[in-house]
């Protein structure tokens, strides 16, 4: 089984930064793809950045100049560099990872969750 936690959320004022993190932990072999999600109040789940195992990444138009993802491979980490920050952004992040685990084979897994909340 795969473990993710995810660390950073919390308040922060409009124009300011957070910088979220997911460590994955357990009986992994290897990970593939890994992002962030977010869910606001009442609104689907919708995406924020992804990066592949080779650095390549993509963003929400929503995000794109002011989210930067990254990720640290022999960490099985995954951050989220949030800067200028808006009411919009505000929501519930979370991690995603596509990892294969010998007893379970490639599976995706998903983090608790961690809350951002931008406002004066």
């Known amino acids: 089984q795969v473990q993710l936690v995810e660390s950073g959320g919390g308040l922060v004022q409009p124009g300011g930064s957070l910088r979220l993190s997911c460590a994955a932990s357990g009986n992994i072999f290897s990970i593939s793809a890994m992002g962030w999600y977010r869910q606001a109040p009442g609104k689907q789940r919708d995406l924020v950045a992804t990066i592949t195992r080779g650095g390549s990444t993509n963003y929400a138009d929503s995000v794109k100049g002011r989210f930067t993802i990254s990720r640290d491979n022999a960490k099985n980490t995954v951050y989220l560099q949030m800067n200028n920050l808006k009411p919009e952004d505000t929501a519930v992040y979370l991690c995603?990872?596509?990892?294969?685990?010998?007893?379970?084979?490639?599976?995706?897994?998903w983090g608790q969750g961690t809350q951002v909340t931008v406002s004066s």
């Open positions: 995603n990872v596509l990892a294969y685990s010998s007893v379970i084979g490639w599976r995706e897994y």
